[in-house]
């Protein structure tokens, strides 16, 4: 059974850093896809990055480029997203989800964490 658990949510003021982790039972990295996603009130639901675990192809959407990383610790089953240099906008909802490599989307989440930057 897959089974997802983020945690590292929390209050910063702008500018400052968050490091996300998603644990994940239940997964092979080699054979899934670990994406980070995000919702803020009133918008939908963005993709921010994703780690393919047959490829290792990273991708981050734009808005986060440069500042965000993701990583991973095969050892610890777990997904990292290291957050740099937080806005105001990146205030949201963060949800990690998986789905097997070959597969179009994502079919296991997380109960998301909260990430609230200040000014």
């Known amino acids: 059974e897959v089974q997802l658990v983020e945690s590292g949510g929390g209050l910063v003021q702008a500018g400052g850093s968050l490091r996300l982790s998603c644990y994940a039972s239940?997964?092979?990295?080699?054979?899934?896809?670990i994406g980070w996603f995000r919702q803020a009130p009133g918008k939908e639901r963005e993709e921010v990055s994703c780690?393919?675990?047959?490829?290792?192809?990273?991708k981050y959407v734009n808005s986060v480029k440069g500042r965000f990383t993701i990583s991973r610790d095969n050892a610890k089953n777990t997904v990292y997203l290291q957050m740099n240099g937080l806005k105001l906008e990146d205030t949201a909802v963060y949800y990690c989800?998986?789905?097997?490599?070959?597969?179009?989307?994502?079919?296991?989440w997380g109960q998301g964490t909260q990430v609230t930057v200040s000014s």
């Open positions: 989800a998986a789905r097997l490599t070959r597969a179009a989307s994502y079919g296991y």
């Open positions: 239940g997964v092979s990295f080699d054979n899934y896809a």
């Open positions: 780690f393919h675990g047959g490829t290792g192809r990273i």
